[in-house]
């Protein structure tokens, strides 16, 4: 069964990368994370969870451990779209200042390139779901996913996969 979970992750990414992106630039990266890894995260966001008393670290680990795969999809280096649309706080593209890490993340990022995340993260998501493949979208995932080196990317998210009798990632 975590043969066929690692195929559609693959999958996924191929959606992932194949989303639209505003004005035509791609800065979305991806990693497939299976095995010894995924147990690594698993416990590792437990135990970011412990370290910063940030809630539900350890309810999306349980997540991640019932996992037999997981996609991580990413913003790398995105620059602004050039639209001067104020929707990242400043009046004009060239005003975003250069990215700073945060507590989290790296930021700030253009609005629309977060669009393009989100984008992309929808359309892996629809692929599991095409192949009755249990998922959900978690951010928590690439909090600590960054953290270890997992994906070399700003912000990230991730969405564990699993195929079990009830899905382990509702109903939580």
Not at 61 to 90: F, I, Q, T, W
Request: charged residues 25%; hydrophobic residues 45%.
């Amino acid at each position: 069964m975590e043969d066929a979970l690692e195929l559609v992750a693959q999958l996924m990414e191929i959606s992932a990368r194949t989303a639209p992106k505003a004005v035509g630039k791609d800065f979305v990266v991806t990693k497939v994370v299976a095995g010894d890894d995924l147990k690594r995260l698993a416990e590792q966001m437990e135990l970011y969870g412990q370290e910063t008393g940030k809630k539900n670290y350890d309810r999306d680990a349980r997540g991640v451990a019932a996992a037999g795969a997981l996609l991580l999809v990413g913003l790398k280096d995105a620059a602004p779209c050039g639209l001067n649309c104020g929707a990242c706080g400043y009046s004009a593209c060239a005003d975003l200042p250069d990215l700073a890490e945060g507590r989290e993340f790296a930021g700030p990022i253009c609005a629309w390139r977060l669009v393009d995340l989100g984008i992309a993260l929808g359309s892996a998501a629809k692929t599991a779901s095409i192949h009755n493949v249990d998922n959900r979208i978690m951010y928590r995932i690439g909090v600590v996913a960054r953290k270890m080196g997992l994906i070399d990317a700003d912000v990230a998210c991730g969405v564990p996969l699993s195929a079990s009798g009830k899905n382990p990632y509702f109903d939580r």
